[in-house]
Every structure is written in structure tokens, then in C-alpha cells.
């Protein structure tokens, strides 16, 4: 049997305990050794038995490692950059600030709503007309309105205590000139504390200045007044009315019902004596009243 064979290739037989030059040294369980891997050998042999836990434990990592390396690693369903965080958090940021401003403009436009039904509220209308809307009162014949008018023609509140028998309207006393724009106008029927005289009055209220007017009451009305009647009201009400510029518009119209006319007022002829009661009309300041 020839044994003889490349340097590398000769295997060691039994008995040899020695290398000579040109030999390889073979280790149990690992190909062939060169002469320069001589040292190396001879130290790996003298190791640790921890060491070769370790080495066996980076053999088994090994597969792992190389299956992954084979496949690419799954990356996860969401990435954000640092972009795209701050975008995200800006979102958030404006949509909890719209949804606060419109839960507090919501607040603000109910109590608006209860603000303007409690004092009144005169909603806008075109250029050149005139308006009116009843205001709220807590004081006996006491009435309050808002009004507007245009810059043309002037305007004036006209204001009475009776509507006489066959009359198409009031017999006015007097009348309180109305700037242009808006302005707050209170009629009252009172006892004067100053000289003790039953009076109505009518007190215009705008940004220009505050005008009053008054006028004593006769005996017979002041009677009528402090008696305890029904009344019958024809005026404005809480909704704004509005009508064309050079228009008159009604704006008191307070009946008291009392007596055999009362009975008469929606039959085909007037009433057969005067009709008491709260008067007051906003009219074109043209001629006498």
C-alpha cells in the first residue's frame, strides 16, 4: 500500500509524536494542518472549557445568523420620521383648538340669543327703511323701543292719550325729533314726583344726545289710567317690522277697554267716545302733527 503522497495529504500514523519538516499535523475531527499552523494548534488545544462553551455557542448562532442575513429583516407597519411627528402633533394641536373655539362660540351665540330676548334686539334691514322692535319693560306703562331711520327724510316720534270718536287716528301732542340711525325711545304714563302732575312722556335716547318731551294729562284720562281696565295692543311687537323709507309706522298702539265702546271696536263704524290709551307713531317730520 503506498502511503506516500503530497506533504499535506500524508496522514499521521500511529506512534508519531513529532513533526517533521513538510509534514501537516492533523487534529481529530479537522482536515489537514499546515507546518505554520503548527503553534496555533498546539495553543487552541490548551483552552478553556468555557472557551469551547463559547465557540459552540457561536456555532449554533451561526444558521441563525446566516438565514438572516439571506432574508431581510421585516420592518415594522408604522415609521414616523421627525417630520412627520411634528406634522402629526400640529394636526392635533389645530383640530383641539377648532374644536374648543367652536364649543365657545357656540356658548357665546346662546347667550347672545338670551341677551338680545331679554332687551331687544333690532335685526338689520335694507338701506332707506325704517324699524322698530318692542323692548322689554318692568314698569307699569312704561314701554320701550328701538328704532332706525334713514339719513332722509327726517323723522319724529308723534305720541297721545286719546284717539277721538270718528277720528282715522290719535290727536297728537307732541312729537321728539329722531336722528338718523338707531335710537331708544321710552313712553311712560307717571305721576311727576316733581310737581305732582300725571304726565306722558317720551324720552328719545341716541348717540347724538337724549331729548324728552311730556305733556299733563286731563282729569278724565288720569282716571281711565289708574283704574283697573283691560287693554288691547296693536303696536310692535318683539320682531323687528320695518317698512319703506317716507312711511309711517305705528309703533304704540296700547287701547284701555272700558265702557260701551269697547264692545265696538271691531264693528263697521268707530266707537261712539274717545278711546284712551298709549299712542305713539314714528312719522316723516313734514308739516304740522
Same mark, same amino acid.
Given at each position: 500500500?503506498? @502511503? ?13 509524536? &513529532?513533526?517533521?519538516?513538510?509534514? +501537516?499535523?492533523m487534529m481529530p475531527g479537522a ?6 499552523? *503548527? ?15 463559547? =465557540? ?8 441563525? @445568523? ?32 377648532? %374644536? ?47 328704532? &332706525? ?15 277721538? @270718536?270718528?277720528?282715522s287716528a290719535p290727536r297728537w ?37 337724549? &331729548? ?13 289710567? =289708574? ?7 296693536? +303696536? ?14 305705528? %309703533? ?9 265702546? *269697547?264692545?265696538?271696536?271691531? +264693528? ?22
Amino acid at each position: 500500500m503506498n @502511503t506516500e503522497g503530497p506533504p499535506g495529504d500524508r496522514p499521521i500514523m500511529p506512534g508519531e509524536d &513529532r513533526l517533521t519538516p513538510g509534514e +501537516g499535523l492533523m487534529m481529530p475531527g479537522a482536515g489537514p494542518m499546515m507546518p505554520g499552523e *503548527a503553534r496555533r494548534a498546539e495553543v487552541d488545544t490548551d483552552t478553556h472549557p468555557e472557551d469551547d462553551a463559547g =465557540r459552540i455557542a457561536d456555532a449554533a448562532l451561526k444558521p441563525a @445568523t446566516a438565514n438572516r442575513g439571506s432574508h431581510p429583516a421585516k420592518r415594522p407597519p408604522y415609521r414616523f420620521s421627525l417630520a412627520g411627528l411634528l406634522m402629526l402633533l400640529s394636526l392635533i394641536a389645530l383640530g383641539s383648538g377648532y %374644536i374648543v373655539t367652536l364649543v365657545r362660540l357656540r356658548n357665546v351665540q346662546a347667550e347672545l340669543a338670551v341677551l338680545r330676548q331679554e332687551t331687544g334686539y333690532l335685526e338689520p334691514t335694507p338701506d332707506g327703511t325704517i324699524a322698530a322692535v318692542r323692548l322689554t319693560s318692568d314698569q307699569p306703562m312704561t314701554y320701550r323701543l328701538r328704532v &332706525r331711520v334713514p339719513q332722509s327724510p327726517p323723522y319724529r316720534i308723534a305720541y297721545s292719550s286719546v284717539w277721538p @270718536t270718528d277720528a282715522s287716528a290719535p290727536r297728537w301732542f307732541a312729537a321728539v325729533p329722531v336722528p338718523p340711525g338707531e335710537s331708544v325711545v321710552v313712553v311712560r304714563v307717571l305721576n311727576d314726583p316733581r310737581d305732582g302732575r300725571w304726565k306722558i312722556t317720551t324720552l328719545r335716547r341716541a348717540p347724538s344726545g337724549t &331729548r324728552r318731551v311730556a305733556t299733563v294729562l286731563p282729569a278724565e284720562h288720569i282716571a281711565k289710567f =289708574r283704574g283697573s281696565h283691560d287693554w288691547l295692543s296693536t +303696536g310692535v311687537t318683539r320682531s323687528t317690522a320695518s317698512f319703506p323709507g317716507g312711511e309711517s309706522l305705528r %309703533i304704540l298702539d296700547e287701547r284701555i277697554l272700558a265702557g260701551e265702546g *269697547a264692545t265696538m271696536l271691531y +264693528g263697521d263704524k268707530p266707537p261712539d267716545q274717545d278711546m284712551v290709551g298709549v299712542y305713539a307713531e314714528l312719522q316723516p317730520d313734514v308739516g304740522p302733527l
